[in-house]
C-alpha cells in the first residue's frame, strides 16, 4: 500500500542570488507536473521591477550616436536591461544622472528617490571619452511581471526611448525528479529544484 504522507520542504542551499530546494516525497508523476507549474510560475509570473524608458540629452531617438560617449544608443540600452533595482512604489519613478568630462558612468551614481535601491551599482552604463561630455540621463522604473520588450510599452513622450524590461527577478530555474522512499515502498518521487534570482530578492523567500 501506498502511505499518505504530506510533501516537506527542506532548503539545502540559499544565498542571495541562489537556493536549492527539495520538495517530497509526493505521489509518482507529480514530482514532474510540479516541477514544470513551479518553474513556468517563477520565471513568468512574479513581479519585479525594471527601467522601462530613457531619455538622454539632445538624443531624440534610439539611432542617433551619442556625442562625446564611447558607447552609442544601441549599447547603452543593453547596458540599462541589466541594471536591477527594486521599487517599493506601485507607480512609475524616475531616476537621473548628470556626468561631465572623461567618466565612467556605472548604475551607483545614478540619483535613485529613497523608494528605490539599485542591486548591482558596479555596473558600467556609458562611458564618455571626451574632456568636453556633458550628458544627462533620465530614466523611468515600473513594476511588471517577466519579461515586456520595448515595443509593447505604448506611446511615449518625444524623447522618451523604451528600453526592453526584464521585470522578473529570477533568471533561471532547473529542476530534477528523484525516486522517494518511504518504509520499504519506493514508488514515490522528490523533486528537487535550484532557483537563481538577480539579487533583487533571495531565492528562500
Known amino acids: 500500500m501506498l502511505y499518505q504522507v504530506l510533501p516537506k ?7 542571495q542570488n541562489y537556493g536549492r530546494f527539495a520538495i517530497g516525497p509526493m505521489s509518482h508523476g507529480f514530482g514532474t507536473t510540479v516541477g514544470v507549474a513551479l518553474r513556468r510560475i517563477l520565471l513568468s509570473s ?7 524608458s530613457v531619455r538622454v540629452s539632445d538624443i531624440p531617438h534610439e539611432f542617433m550616436p551619442i556625442e562625446g ?20 512604489s506601485e507607480d512609475p519613478v524616475r ?23 539599485i542591486v548591482n551599482p558596479e555596473l558600467q552604463i556609458l562611458t564618455l571619452d571626451t574632456l568636453d561630455s556633458d550628458l544627462e540621463l533620465e ?5 511588471g511581471k517577466g519579461y515586456s520588450p520595448a515595443e509593447n510599452h505604448g506611446e511615449l513622450p518625444i524623447g522618451e526611448i523604451p528600453v526592453d524590461a526584464i521585470f ?36 528562500v523567500d
Open 95 to 117: 531616476m537621473r544622472v548628470s556626468a561631465r568630462g572623461k567618466s565612467v558612468i556605472t548604475a551607483g551614481d545614478i540619483e535613485a528617490p529613497a523608494d528605490v535601491d
Open 9 to 15: 520542504i527542506e532548503i539545502q542551499a540559499s544565498t
Open 139 to 143: 530614466f523611468v522604473v515600473s513594476q
Open 46 to 52: 512574479l513581479s519585479g521591477a525594471a527601467i522601462t
Open 69 to 88: 560617449a564611447k558607447e552609442d544608443m544601441t549599447m547603452l540600452l543593453l547596458n540599462l536591461k541589466q541594471v536591477r533595482v527594486v521599487s517599493h
Open 168 to 203: 522578473s527577478p529570477v533568471t533561471k530555474v532547473a529542476y530534477r525528479v528523484e525516486m522517494a522512499r518511504i518504509e520499504q515502498i519506493t514508488n514515490y518521487d522528490l523533486l528537487s529544484m535550484e532557483i537563481w534570482t538577480d539579487g533583487t530578492i533571495r531565492p
